[in-house]
């Protein structure tokens, strides 16, 4: 069976792609040579549908490759097609895709995760696979966790945006979801690095992050933040998290208790930042100049709205509603920009822990993957408060990395590593070393 009919039959299983690309071959020899490649569908692919899990944009065709995708094909990385995603990004559990709803490969009748649901998915089932993907609110630690993957969430403007249908521009970070830590790491090393078309990328040199690769954790100062383990963290999950932290401390690192004391205020203040960027950057999709259509008639508030109603999903909904209410006149200082005003706070708490310390772990994510009659009867404020774990480190725009820690009802448990900015090395080593050591990486068997 040659790849892409493994593809095709993985994805009637799993339903992780919502364009599988069948002419797809290699340009040239690289770095990523033997690998295949999948690419969330929020990015631009030349000649490739790309949806954003929205049928607003069931027919657009892109022109063109995101920075991103440009790189991955100048190291002759194999792109089989592109993964399914909550709408613009908008979930935690992919469970708002217009296409499709990728299942665990793990158990079937539960959630990889979102939004990049269909990236952790296919990476927990294809070997030597690496999953461009993308995390707003922790999008990429979010399905890696779920689906017993690795997922690389860099430092904000280390990978450039450029091609990347926005959900919220200063918090959208394209990223890297693999099979192991050193897959991951070269991912990463690839698809980083400044671009003259994106004016928030960073102008660093980017290092070879498979270089970070080692075992010995000796001087590493590790902080666990307590209100990462407060209530609302499954026992189960705290269990894996806490024999993690011995097999860290076993490899020579040193560990702490720190505190975030304002992280109790993080995910009010991503939702309202979040929210409200989304409803600026979804505004153009009115059926004149960009995404679906309707027969023009009435005026312009009239036809807008209709397109907007048939084509939006009902989370999309939600989010432009609140997200324009944050904005409008007399609303925006009350919430807008009291919630930047909290995003500077949170970084100021993380600049003062990492004075102590190299990186901070905690549990990736407060439980196992949910399944999908459990995320049926959630209420949208349950649903976000999912993200309680990875809103603040996304905020603050420092890296993290996801990496499996263990089993509970056999379920992958993710353990979260999370950097000062530009940190991506810290995290990797640490990572890896634990990765080594713990030997928990195994794909799932469907």
């Not at 000649?47 to 190291?75: H, Q």
């Not at 432009?320 to 200082?333: A, C, K, P």
């Not at 009867?377 to 990875?390: F, S």
């Not at 603050?396 to 089993?407: D, E, K, L």
Request: aromatic share 8%; with cysteine.
């Amino acid at each position: 069976m040659n790849i892409i009919n493994k593809v095709k039959d993985l994805d009637r299983k799993l339903d992780c792609f919502i364009t599988v690309d069948e002419k797809s071959k290699p340009l040239c020899e690289g770095k990523l040579s033997g690998y295949t490649v999948s690419v969330k569908d929020c990015f631009c692919t030349n000649g490739l549908r790309t949806t954003a899990g929205s049928k607003i944009l069931e027919n657009y065709i892109p022109l063109f490759d995101a920075t991103v995708v440009e790189k991955v094909k100048n190291e002759g990385g194999l792109i089989i097609g592109k993964t399914a995603m909550d709408e613009f990004g908008f979930g935690t559990f992919s469970a708002n895709c217009a296409y499709k709803i990728p299942k665990n490969p793990w158990d079937l009748n539960r959630s990889c995760g979102g939004s990049s649901g269909g990236a952790g998915c296919i990476s927990a089932v294809l070997e030597k696979h690496i999953a461009v993907a993308e995390s707003t609110g922790g999008s990429i630690s979010a399905p890696a966790s779920f689906t017993g993957t690795v997922g690389i969430t860099p430092t904000y403007g280390r990978c450039s945006r450029w091609g990347l249908l926005a959900y919220a521009n200063s918090l959208d970070k394209p990223g890297i979801i693999a099979g192991n830590v050193k897959d991951a790491a070269l991912g990463l090393s690839i698809i980083a690095g400044y671009d003259e078309k994106d004016s928030t990328s960073i102008n660093e040199k980017v290092p070879d992050y498979t270089k970070s690769c080692r075992t010995n954790l000796k001087g590493i100062k590790i902080g666990i933040p307590k209100e990462y383990l407060s209530e609302g963290i499954d026992e189960k999950v705290k269990s894996h998290f806490y024999k993690a932290v011995e097999t860290l401390e076993s490899l020579g690192a040193k560990t702490e208790k720190v505190s975030l004391p304002m992280t109790k205020y993080a995910l009010s203040s991503y939702y309202i930042i979040a929210v409200s960027e989304a409803s600026t950057n979804l505004a153009k999709y009115c059926g004149i100049r960009y995404g679906a259509t309707l027969p023009l008639k009435g005026n312009f508030d009239e036809f807008a709205s209709k397109v907007r109603t048939k084509y939006f999903g009902e989370e999309a909904k939600r989010r432009i509603m609140l997200g324009t209410f944050t904005r409008m006149s007399g609303y925006r200082d009350a919430y807008y920009l009291k919630a930047m005003k909290i995003r500077q706070m949170i970084i100021d708490d993380f600049k003062k822990a990492f004075k102590k310390v190299d990186v901070l772990a905690s549990p990736t994510m407060p439980v196992i993957a949910p399944r999908f009659d459990e995320i049926s009867k959630l209420t949208p404020l349950q649903n976000w408060a999912m993200d309680i774990l990875t809103v603040a480190p996304n905020l603050a725009g420092i890296p993290m990395i996801s990496v499996p820690c263990g089993f509970a009802d056999n379920m992958p448990v993710g353990l979260h590593i999370i950097g000062n900015h530009l940190d991506e090395s810290k995290l990797i080593h640490t990572a890896y070393a634990y990765e080594q050591k713990a030997n928990l990486n195994r794909g799932a068997e469907i």
